[in-house]
């Protein structure tokens, strides 16, 4: 306690700084899987083998992108990018790559599982195709997005700590100082620390997910029968349309 006590100002400025690095990545990454996710789906629903493969190719290598080692990585990325290695545009851009790795399978799994019937609806309503994805698809396959960037969010949030081996300053600091110190207090706090964000994004995405999503927060039977009925109904106007 008298460790955290007399480091308070290095504590709060390592958690601040972690906690911007980690937002950008999360945010960036799921507004391009968002569409990598649609234009696989597409490809998905088409006819012809080429495009299915296509689309399958996609998510594999995004998916691929995972398997890259995050240390060396980072270190690669000043030197492609023109970029002091101290700079912390290095890892929002390879937390990002990470998060896409992650994101793309989960959008494009959540635009697959909008019932066919219910598009086609839409379409017999003439919706135009950005309608479409706008006001019957994403709604539809948000909580399943929101589940993909819970997983984001967790794993970006515990990645931002290997910038600290950078120098890049996060609340890896903490787990690096301490190592080198042996202060067992400073390696705790770090962790616990890292731990209490990750939990604290997760809690804000689900807050966010119900504002946005408000047929979401009632029980799970509950929130099925809304989903249903409003899937009916755009079914009953496309049929009278």
Known sequence: MNWIQGNLDTITSNLVAHVWLSIPPIVISFLLSVPIGLLV??????RGAAARATGSTIVVVASLLYAI???PFFLALPAILGTSILDPVNVVIALTVYGIALMARSAADAIDAVDVEV????????YSPAQRFFRVELPLSGPVLLAGIRVVAVSTVSLVTVGALLGIPNLGFLLTDGLKRGISVEIITGIV????????????LVLIGRLVM???????????????????????EGASA
């Open 41 to 46: 789906s597409r490809l998905r629903r088409r």
């Open 119 to 126: 598009v086609r609806a839409s379409e017999a309503l003439g």
């Open 214 to 236: 408000p047929w979401t927060r009632g029980p799970g039977r509950a929130a099925r029968s809304v989903r249903r009925a409003a899937a009916r109904e755009v079914r009953t």
């Open 69 to 71: 080692p995050s240390f």
């Open 193 to 204: 620390l890292t731990i209490v964000l990750a939990l604290v994004i997760d809690g804000l």
